[in-house]
């Protein structure tokens, strides 16, 4: 099993940056995939990125690419989101998830990921 526990959020003005982490318990972090997802408040939970285990595959919603990086640190046994240009519509609760076995299809989908964190709120104001 993985603990995982996301910090970094906050407010911050249109076109400013954030760096959300996540620390993951365990010492077995190097073989999870990480996920970032996000929900807003009456939405569904949305993909946001993801990375492989090694970090050498990531993914992007088409609403973040060219403005998010994912990227993991697995001697800290932390994933980060390094998000700029931010716009309101990133508002949201920020989600990070893991798993292990992952094939390329299943990054994108929450219910693919056992474990999950409590959540990071960033607020993005125009």
Not at 23 to 33: H, P
């Amino acid at each position: 099993q993985v603990q995982l526990v996301e910090s970094g959020g906050g407010l911050v003005q249109a076109g400013g940056s954030l760096r959300l982490s996540c620390a993951a318990s365990g010492r077995t972090f190097s073989s999870y995939a990480m996920g970032w997802f996000r929900q807003a408040p009456g939405k569904e939970r949305e993909f946001v990125a993801a990375i492989s285990w090694s970090g050498g595959n990531t993914y992007y919603a088409d609403s973040v690419k060219g403005r998010f990086t994912i990227s993991r640190d697995n001697a800290k046994n932390t994933v980060y989101l390094q998000m700029n240009s931010l716009k309101p519509e990133d508002t949201a609760v920020y989600y990070c998830a893991a798993d292990t076995y992952m094939r390329d299809s299943d990054y994108v989908m929450a219910q693919a990921y056992d474990y999950w964190g409590q959540g990071t709120q960033v607020t993005v104001s125009s």
